[in-house]
């Protein structure tokens, strides 16, 4: 168990808290503020208990140079309308400066200061000790709350933890719930759906929930690698030719491992990749030579469908289908309503599949939508996360 924000004291101390500001921004302006609003329970716990709160994030590529086109002056004043108090903001193109030091020692119990765009430092990404220890001599203790950079070993998310104490805050702390014990110690039966569009990305994923699961159900753009390593045409279907041999090696493990891993058993097929395509729903081994495969059809969303609803923990990561165009997001959407009915424990990791879950309305049936999607995935890949690695354990 890793120590967490209650788990310490922060009564009149500086507290330094890694978020995940990185907001879409258009024209000077936030088209999307929830994650600054999924920050608000960390910071608001922590000036209700009398913490000097001072935040820092990135946000966009500035590649290390102070472009004030991604400044977080926008996320400053924003914050201050949701926290309904002044947030203090300092833009130094160095991040750390005189006056920045200044702004921070003055801050009173209960008062909120945001840095600016770490990035605008290239020792940030380099994760140099030299800018971690700029960082850190700002404060007293350090709360990691950016999940979306948990698996970067940056500055501000991995080195300044070298020179303060680091607990999480209530974000990182239900990832680690959700994405780390579930999947390290599941209810079973444990079902993971896998899908999106290449095998090779999802490698270690399928490598290290082989391991895990009980049920592994396969789908989206990859599954026509592995229908090419069972001998079946798939016609002009996006096909991973590099990893036909080991799509055939991964489901030679699955059986060793005693694991059911299913594959799609019927497909959608169109003529073009478009939503006005001409389509035809066929067996998986019937794909006609001269069209290809964009979502899994009815009859797989059944048998899917049937072991979700009786799973108790389901994670899912990656859609079924092409699902940015309508016509091939009956898949995807299928798999969502599945997961909204099953009583279990429910998590998505995977921006895509996120995205496909929200746009389903059905975000609020699912038990947990990660926050990050690289991050979410070297977790499910069971990797040790440095983000995460540096909080210190209770
Ligand atoms: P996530 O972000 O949830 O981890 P991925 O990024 O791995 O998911 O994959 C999502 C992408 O996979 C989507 O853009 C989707 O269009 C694509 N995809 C799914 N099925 C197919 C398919 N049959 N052919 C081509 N692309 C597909
Ligand atoms: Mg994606």
Redesign the pocket.
Known sequence: MKKTIEDIDVKNKRVIVRCDFNVPMQDGAITDDSRIRAALPTVKYLMEHDARVILMSHMGRPKGEPKMEFTMKPVADRLSELLGTDVVFVSSPLVVDDAVRKAADELKPGQVMLLENVRFRKEETENDPAFAKELASLAEIFVQEAFGTAHRAHASTAGIADYLPAVSGYLIEKEVKFLGDAVESPKRPFVAIL???KVK??IPVIRNLIGKVDTLLIG??MAYTFFKSEGCEVGK??LDEDSVELAASLMKEAKEAGVEMLLPVDIVCADKFDNDANTKIVPYNEIPADME???VGPETVKLYGEKIRKAATVVW????????MDNFAKGTNGIAEAMAECPGTTIIG?????AAVRKAGLADKMTHISTG?GAS?EFLEGKKLPGIAVIEDK
């Open positions: 899908g999106g569009a990305d999802k989206g753009g279907s996006i495969g964009l979502d990561n990656g859609p079924m289908g092409v699902f940015e995977g921006g895509d599949s996120a999607g995935l």
